[in-house]
């Protein structure tokens, strides 16, 4: 079994950080600075932004009765950006262009804000019916084109 080098491990050592970054939340403390800087040492300058869209309560997660979940982010820009947590998914085009297609990042700024609201239970909360959601879905679909 060949040894795993590089890009293959960051996801792992990234999983290990957002767990003690939620560990120390749910612990009543405020995130060491140790992890801050580790999360701007994996993510640059993507880290902060980040947080910005976290600390402005930019991340809502919208759930319908079927039990599916999507978050929506509203970026710097003002637009607001479809992100699905469980395949590592934004509809934002730096992670079209970064992540998919030049693979020099692991995450755009607006997916790791959902995963840092997480940590931080910080995210909206939307509950909506499973036509709605649908329509959501539906309404991002046809700005992309």
Known sequence: MAAQTGPLTLPAVVE??????????????????????SLKF????SAVQALDLVDR????????PSGRRVYQV????????????SCHYC???AFAFSVLRKGDSLLCKHL?????????????QLSVSDKQLTDILSAEKTQEA
């Open 112 to 124: 790791l804000a959902v995963y840092l609201s997480q940590v931080t239970r910080t995210c909206q």
């Open 57 to 64: 309560q930019s991340v809502t997660l919208i759930s319908s």
């Open 42 to 45: 994996v993510f640059g300058s």
């Open 91 to 93: 509809s934002c085009p």
């Open 74 to 85: 509203l970026g710097s820009s003002g637009r607001t950006y479809t992100c699905l947590a």
């Open 16 to 37: 290990e950080l957002l767990s003690e970054m939620a560990a120390a939340v749910r612990d009543g403390a405020p995130i060491p600075d140790e992890h801050l800087l």
